[in-house]
């Protein structure tokens, strides 16, 4: 059974930065091909992708609302997906999910994930 739990939320100031964590289980990112995302949900709004990976590693998707201040990445040995956040802004306020789903393709984009397993959400306060 896929498993994800989200570590790593809390409050933050305008300026700083928090590290996700999504620990998977059920399979493993080696030899494997699994779309993997973080997605966000901000009180009164949708969820939207904030970015995606492939467990190959080779294609990654940011949304431009974060590109150049998020980073993804994942580490194969810990079965752990990251989503590193610099330079917080107030509209970064949301719960955080992560996602993953098998996917018989190389390249991972939002739109694949059409039915994912989904993590509970850790929630990131931001602050002015």
């Known amino acids: 059974e896929v498993q994800l739990v989200e570590s790593g939320g809390g409050p933050v100031q305008a300026g700083g930065s928090l590290r996700l964590s999504c620990a998977t289980s059920?399979?493993?990112?080696?030899?494997?091909?699994?779309?993997l995302g973080w997605f966000r949900q901000a009180p009164g709004k949708g969820r939207e992708a904030v970015a995606t990976?492939?467990?190959?590693?080779?294609?990654?998707y940011v949304a431009d609302s974060v590109k150049g201040r998020f980073t993804i990445s994942q580490d194969n040995d810990k079965n752990t997906l990251y989503i590193q956040m610099n330079s917080q802004e107030p509209e970064d306020t949301a719960v955080y999910y992560c996602?993953?789903?098998?996917?018989?393709?190389?390249?991972?984009?939002?739109?694949?994930?059409?039915?994912?397993?989904w993590g509970q959400g850790t929630q990131v306060a931001g602050s002015s």
């Open positions: 996602a993953a789903q098998s996917l018989w393709k190389l390249y991972c984009y939002p739109s694949y994930l059409t039915d994912p397993y």
């Open positions: 059920g399979f493993t990112y080696s030899n494997t091909n699994f779309c």
């Open positions: 990976i492939h467990t190959s590693g080779g294609t990654t």
